[in-house]
T-cell receptor, first 115, second 117 residues
Framework: KNQVEQSPQSLIILEGKNCTLQCNYTVSPFSNLRWYKQDTGRGPVSLTIMTFSENTKSNGRYTATLDADTKQSSLHITASQLSDSASYICVVRGDSGGGADGLTFGKGTHLIIQP | DTAVSQTPKYLVTQMGNDKSIKCEQN?????MYWYKQDSKKFLKIMFSYNNKELIINETVPNRFSPKSPDKAHLNLHINSLELGDSAVYFC????????????????FGPGTRLTVL
């Protein structure tokens, strides 16, 4: 069964600090992996998308890594800001199965940045 | 300016009622989705529509029915509402890549918070 596990479930850090969120998946065959940011009361917004051949991709202070061999991805946030407080959702697309439209969603990591 | 819009933003209703949530996208996308996000913030896909055809239907009760009058709209009708239907419902849209089954990044609406009393 295709699964996406995220850790930690929640994280509290001080403004200005760095943090790393983890995503492990068992989706196979793998097509791509996305990280979404969901602010409270809003819909998710895509941060990065990575395919099999990419092992790192940056979007401003967000850097995602992918290890297709170990089926792990991480999202690193540098110099956190209060606006980074949100849920971060890892979504993996497989070429077959894995739920509707080949997508398997993680349950998200709830990140709180404290001043 | 709004890419994906939903109405209403909040919906409070009694058990047993029938309600609808509307969704519109102005991105020119050909695939639209409905998601349910429960109290634990877990997003679950319910339906997707591509070119006015239902192509994926997760194991949702048949009280839920998507209706697409045109490519830019996908409305969600819910009959005989139950307490367990209380959640936030998100509409999303994306572009289907012609060469394969995969679609481009999904753009989500702001969500509709449904409360069933």
């Amino acid at each position: 069964k295709n699964q996406v596990e995220q850790s930690p479930q929640s994280l509290i850090i001080l403004e200005g600090k760095n943090c790393t969120l983890q995503c492990n998946y068992t989706v196979s065959p793998f097509s791509n992996l996305r990280w979404y940011k969901q602010d409270t009361g809003r819909g998710p917004v895509s941060l990065t998308i990575m395919t099999f051949s990419e092992n790192t991709k940056s979007n401003g202070r967000y850097t995602a890594t992918l290890d297709a061999d170990t089926k792990q991805s991480s999202l690193h946030i540098t110099a956190s800001q209060l606006s980074d407080s949100a849920s971060y959702i890892c979504v993996v697309r497989g070429d077959s199965g894995g739920g509707a439209d080949g997508l398997t969603f993680g349950k998200g990591t709830h990140l709180i940045i404290q001043p | 300016d709004t890419a994906v819009s939903q109405t209403p933003k909040y919906l409070v209703t009694q058990m047993g009622n029938d309600k609808s949530i509307k969704c519109e996208q102005n991105l020119g996308h050909d695939t639209m989705y409905w998601y349910k996000q429960d109290s634990k913030k877990f997003l679950k896909i319910m339906f997707s529509y591509n070119n006015k055809e239902l192509i994926i239907n997760e194991t949702v009760p048949n009280r839920f029915s998507p209706k697409s009058p045109d490519k830019a709209h996908l409305n969600l009708h819910i009959n005989s509402l139950e307490l367990g239907d209380s959640a936030v419902y998100f509409c999303a849209s994306s572009r289907r890549i012609p060469s394969g089954r995969t679609t481009d990044t999904q753009y989500f609406g702001p969500g509709t918070r449904l409360t069933v009393l």
